[in-house]
């Protein structure tokens, strides 16, 4: 039997409302040591009293094991938010013997109750850091089961495949009615096919996780710092009518459209003879090779930015206050900018669209290494003579891969490094 572990679930500091959440076998327990445990699954209000002293009145929910999120029983406490209730409260429940939870350790119990898979815990985690609609509508895809759901039909056909193979060894000495190599084929090219698919969109997927860059590049004083600020809304660069003002690249976040997205200033790209610059130039230079989106903001100068765009990147004339013109821009009266924006959104909702489910660096070398198994199995069916020993053993290897995708497998250092980034309360 294990411990019973306590902490508050709502952001930390004075508030409306403060959740506290037990869970654990003697969860139950504690709640009838401070008030009439109610009926299961209905929220009622509760005076919660403690060694003869009122500690609050609030909302008391309960659930049984195997209802709840943890899959244990366990109790929630919807609190006045005062420091003093909550420090009560968990004074209480630490007398009573119950344990302060460890970061991530309610989503963890989850998982080792089977409530959640690995992909979910990780949608989980991602759901609580969605800054957009797009950053969120993909981390709830993934934390209703998209991943562990595909994951499952792929490790089906390889079971197929691998009983197939298997029946050929078992009857070696024997004739097998059917020959069994077009299906295990067939098999092996469709799995191949669905998942170098998802490899190709995983890169996006992690993109709409973290964030597109989009770096705004030209020559110096060609105004990319006055438009960087027009595009925040504040002034986040300085500006200045010296060239090569800005050395280092400056970052901006915003939401796109949805998206979440980071502006970056760099330096006015030219070549130079002063060392500092130089270095700010190499700089722009590695950050906008590196961003999904590059936005040259040309000038008058015809001067050679180092840099070649490209397909995707997006052209346009600077400084439309001095220099007018058809699709011009400028930072300073604002001409041209919502046409830009708008310009932006456009190219990266397009690659946005192109997103798989897989959405973590994990995800997609799981799935590489999967594919390198099949086409090694696929090989020996097909270009080696069939021995069947060998595909057998590249089919476990696809399907240990894929395990590991939803956490089948013993991954203690992972899930450790996965938990460490949730809060105590989660």
Not at 256 to 261: P, R
Not at 305 to 323: E, N
Not at 349 to 373: C, L, N
Request: charge should be negative; hydrophobic fraction near 50%.
């Amino acid at each position: 039997m294990g411990d019973t572990i306590f902490a508050l679930a709502s952001a930390r500091g004075k508030a409306g409302v403060a959740v506290i959440r037990m869970s654990g076998p003697q969860a139950h327990w504690a709640l009838a040591q401070l008030c009439t445990v109610p009926v299961a699954r209905q929220a009622v209000v509760r005076r919660l009293v403690w060694q003869g002293q009122v500690l609050d009145e609030g909302l008391v929910l309960v659930f049984d094991a195997g209802a709840s999120f943890t899959g244990e029983a366990s109790v929630e406490l919807q609190v006045h938010g005062s420091l003093g209730v909550i420090k009560a409260l968990s004074q209480a429940l630490g007398d009573m013997g119950l344990r302060q939870a460890e970061a991530g350790e309610f989503t963890r119990r989850a998982l080792e109750n089977g409530r959640l898979d690995l992909a979910q815990v990780e949608g989980l985690a991602d759901l609580i850091d969605a800054e957009t609609e797009v950053q969120r509508r993909q981390a709830l895809r993934v934390l209703s089961g998209a991943i562990g759901k595909r994951a499952e039909a792929w490790r089906k056909d390889l079971i197929r495949a691998g009983a197939l193979v298997e029946a050929t060894i078992d009857f070696a000495d024997e004739d097998v009615p059917v020959d069994v190599t077009p299906e295990v084929l067939g098999l092996i090219d469709g799995l191949l096919a669905d998942l170098k698919r998802e490899i190709a969109g995983a890169g996006v997927a992690e993109r709409v996780r973290d964030g597109f860059e989009v770096a705004i590049v030209g020559a110096p004083n060609a105004g990319k710092s006055t438009l960087l600020n027009a595009l925040a809304g504040r002034e986040a660069a300085i500006t200045s009518e010296v060239a090569g003002t800005t050395r280092d690249v400056i970052e901006v976040r915003m939401d796109l459209d949805g998206l979440a997205v980071t502006l970056l200033d760099t330096a006015g790209l030219r070549e130079t003879q002063d060392p500092v610059e130089q270095i700010g130039v190499a700089r722009a230079l590695s950050r906008a090779g590196r961003a999904d989106l590059r936005v040259f903001l040309l000038d008058d100068t015809g001067e050679s930015l180092l840099l070649a765009p490209m397909p995707d990147d997006i052209l346009v004339q600077g400084k439309a206050d001095l220099h007018p013109g058809q699709g011009a821009v400028s930072g300073r009266t604002g001409q041209g900018v919502d046409a830009l924006v708008a310009q932006i959104a456009k190219v990266l909702a397009g690659k946005a669209a192109s997103a798989g489910v897989m959405t973590r660096e994990r995800h997609r070398v799981a799935m590489i290494r999967a594919v390198e198994a099949m086409e090694s199995a696929r090989y020996q069916v097909k270009g080696a003579g069939g021995a069947a020993e060998l595909v057998a053993l590249d089919l476990r290897r696809a399907a240990r891969a894929l395990d590991l995708l939803v956490g089948r497998l013993d991954t203690e250092d992972l899930l450790d490094e996965i938990f460490a980034s949730f809060c105590i309360g989660k």
